[in-house]
T-cell receptor
Framework: ELKVEQNPLFLSMQEGKNYTIYCNYS?????LYWYRQDPGKSLESLFV?????AVKQEGRLMASLDTKARLSTLHITAAVHDLSATYFC????????????FGGGTRVLVKP | ETGVTQSPTHLIKTRGQQVTLRCSSQ?????VSWYQQALGQGPQFIFQ???????GRGNFPPRFSGLQFPNYSSELNVNALELDDSALYLC???????????FGPGTRLTVT
């Protein structure tokens, strides 16, 4: 059974500093996703990572994928208050019918 | 292009009742997946429908059932509601079972 673990579960950030969220998964996957969720809202897609060594960047967020280590990271550069949200990674396996398996989420709070 | 829509936005039901949630897939998408997100947790896969047939199911009891219609919209039905069914229910659509999923805004179900 595919398991996806994120850490930390909660991250209190200071504005202007850099932080990393880690996502480990237990079996070979076809794709890894990062989502953002604001309280009471749905999931906003941030990145889709398809292959080993993939790196994607959007603004202050950068995601990378190491399929050999089964590890993805979401790096936040110079955190700002607007980045406060919960971040989820999710993994899918085509052979399993594209069912997404999510991590437990990392709640991020950026303080001034 | 219309995105994924869900209805209703919120609803409150009593334990033992039945509920139907609805999802309209994004234009051109023929695959719909449903997820349950309990408070403070990551979404969990319930099931997926592809061309009106169930195409994969997560670890949910039979009282969770679904339908997909010829226009690819979908329903999630839950019978004999339990307090633990209180959650945000998310629908996601894609243009084929292996494609990237696009999430709707969700339906918040509260069971009292």
């Amino acid at each position: 059974e595919l398991k996806v673990e994120q850490n930390p579960l909660f991250l209190s950030m200071q504005e202007g500093k850099n932080y990393t969220i880690y996502c480990n998964y237990s079996t070979t996957s076809d794709r890894l996703y990062w989502y953002r969720q604001d309280p009471g809202k749905s999931l906003e897609s941030l990145f889709v990572l398809l292959s080993n060594g993939a790196v994607k960047q959007e603004g202050r967020l950068m995601a990378s994928l190491d399929t050999k280590a089964r590890l993805s990271t979401l790096h936040i550069t110079a955190a700002v208050h607007d980045l406060s949200a919960t971040y989820f990674c999710a993994v899918d396996i085509k052979a399993a019918g594209n069912k997404l398996t999510f991590g437990g989420g990392t709640r991020v709070l950026v303080k001034p | 292009e219309t995105g994924v829509t869900q209805s209703p936005t919120h609803l409150i039901k009593t334990r033992g009742q039945q509920v139907t949630l609805r999802c309209s897939s994004q234009s051109g998408h023929n695959t719909v997946s449903w997820y349950q997100q309990a408070l403070g947790q990551g979404p969990q896969f319930i099931f997926q429908y592809y061309r009106e047939e169930e195409n994969g199911r997560g670890n949910f009891p039979p009282r969770f059932s679904g339908l997909q219609f010829p226009n690819y919209s979908s329903e999630l039905n839950v019978n004999a509601l339990e307090l633990d069914d209180s959650a945000l229910y998310l629908c996601a659509s894609t243009n084929l079972p292996g494609g990237e999923q696009y999430f709707g805004p969700g339906t918040r179900l509260t069971v009292t």
